[in-house]
């Protein structure tokens, strides 16, 4: 089945710096590469998500790249803000299209 | 509109106790799943409906969880008895079927002493 690495588990940055998290996944049939944004307490909310498709997507600070062939996507942010800080996890749909598998997610503090 | 809706929010129980989650998922969405999150992972699915339907339950553990979802629309999930290893968030997503963007709510946390 699916299995999705991300890295790295934890990132500090200073406020103003760009922040890069980076996932594989191993199944070349999944199409489907959502990110979502987890602060303590709450349930994961969707910030971007891309198709295999398409090669970057961005929206603002948020942007998305996904290289098919190496079978890797990462989530680039910048100007990072304090309310930035969180869990933030990586997702890959699995090949039946059923199921989101889930990286082990990267908590990232912006420090002011 | 109102999101994805999850009680209770926090649960303490002993083990070999009985506990149940309720979820009321996005008015309109037919796609409902049951994920669990380990403290420090990422959510993992347990069950998908479409409707009433369980369509995916393959990763629940049929010996001791079990999952309604009666009328297409709020659903339970039921761990009896809770076992220590049980201790987790329960979340709740819902999507619109053909869509493919999820939306969770809050997760239930667990702790089986």
Redesign the interface.
Known sequence: GEN?E?HPSTLSVQEGDSAVIKCTYSDSASN?F?W?KQEL??????II?IRSNVGEKKDQRIAVTLNKTAKHFSLHITETQPEDSAVY?C?A?NQAG???I????TTLSVSS | EAGVVQSPRYKIIEKKQPVAFWCNPISGHNTLYWYRQNLGQGPELLIRYENEEAVDDSQLPKDRFSAERLKGVDSTLKIQPAELGDSAVYLCASNLQGTETQYFGPGTRLLVL
Do not use: C, I, N, S
Request: glycine share 18%; proline share 9%; no cysteine.
């Open positions: 999705v991300q489907y959502p979502y307490g709450k349930g994961p909310q969707l998500d996890f997702a749909r059923t199921a989101l889930f990286g082990k997610g």
